[in-house]
């Protein structure tokens, strides 16, 4: 069955018209938002804390941020956009003390709603509005006079139209010029995780390591394993995102092809699916959620022990230095 899609012309930005959306948070996705919706006609009040590099670029950016009970006053729309493990205390500490009924919070992803670590009382609307893609791109898009695709959802209606303000909300900042996709939060914040874990960050970083270090082990100089197994990704990747694997593999040689589709399965096997499945499960039951809502109460500790392991290991050691031969790609270094 296929999905569900608004455009334009589905979500008039009619709700949102002569009424104040507040946007908790000037980060990655605040920024895009606050901009885009103000650009889009709609007043935009920003919360930020006093000081911060955000606050700076707020005000920069032509807002008067404040905090967060003066942005929520006589919002129509209240956008959160902090940090999932942050979201909890922020809403509970000062969010939930100044919503009324009738104000809508929106959420740019369903994490702490739907794992119930957030719990919005009666007489408000939660939905979300989660773009396909970082805050940068979301601006920049919008700026060119596109969108960023986008996918709506619905949690709570209690005024009877909390999809249309969603759905302006996603108009408003460009997303429903590309699409926006209905789905639920349930399943934008389990395929999130999943794909986070298994493929796009998980995955992808591990056996980027697992191909160097078997190169290195092997004999093989460091540098020539580092090309290989971590900088040509973007040339892959690339090709995969302009016209999917059909695409990437009629612009290969056919040697690279042969090898993709003969040994792809060798690496990627059964065991590897039971994997990603048992990981799944981890993240429908709740498990993982409460794992890093744990180490973020903990202070971090493993958090911050498995990044600096990472951050030492000799693909990156031998990728900052080779990085600097390469002016082009503006390397970024942490």
């Keep these: ?17 002569g009424k104040k959306v507040a946007v908790i948070g000037y980060g990655s996705q605040g920024h895009a938002h606050s901009q885009n ?5 709609i007043k935009v009040a920003v919360a930020e804390l006093k000081g911060t590099d955000n606050y700076k ?3 920069k950016n032509g807002f008067k941020p404040g905090d967060i009970k003066t942005a929520m006053n006589g919002a129509a729309l209240i956008v959160v956009t902090v940090p999932d493990e942050m979201q909890a205390k922020v809403y509970q500490t000062q969010i939930k003390p100044n919503l009324v009924q009738g104000q809508t919070l929106g959420f740019c992803h369903g994490f702490n709603i739907h794992f119930g670590y957030i719990k919005p009382p009666a007489g408000v609307n939660v939905v979300m509005i989660a773009p396909k893609g970082p805050g940068h791109l979301v601006r920049s898009e919008y700026e060119k006079g596109g969108g960023v695709p986008c996918l709506v959802a619905v949690k709570k209606d209690a005024t009877s139209d909390a999809k249309k303000i969603a ?20 399943e934008e914040t389990e395929t999130d995780l999943f794909g986070e874990q ?5 995955g992808l970083t591990s056996l980027i390591k697992a191909g160097f270090e078997t190169l290195v082990k092997a004999g093989y100089q460091p540098e020539i394993a580092y090309f290989e197994c971590m900088h040509e990704v973007k040339l ?25 589709l003969t040994r792809g399965s060798r690496i990627i096997t059964n065991k590897t699916r039971a994997e990603m499945k048992k990981i799944l499960g981890e993240i429908t039951s709740g498990k993982f ?26 693909v990156e050691q031998v990728g900052r230095r080779l990085r600097r031969m390469m002016k082009w790609i503006h390397a970024k270094e942490v």
């Design 1 to 17: 069955m296929a999905a569900k899609i608004y455009y334009e012309k589905n979500a008039p930005l009619k709700p949102l018209k």
């Design 37 to 41: 919706l103000r650009d889009s006609g």
């Design 57 to 59: 670029l707020a005000k």
């Design 167 to 186: 759905l302006a909300w996603a108009n408003g900042i460009g997303g429903a010029r590309a699409g926006v996709i209905q789905t639920t939060f349930k």
């Design 198 to 202: 298994v493929v796009l960050c998980g």
């Design 236 to 260: 892959i990747v690339d090709l995969i995102y302009q016209g999917g694997m059909s695409y990437m593999r009629y612009s290969i040689s056919n040697t690279a092809e042969y090898g993709d």
């Design 289 to 314: 959620a409460a794992e890093w809502v744990r180490e973020y109460k903990d202070g971090l500790k493993k958090f911050n022990r498995l990044y600096k392991k990472d951050y030492n290991h000799k």
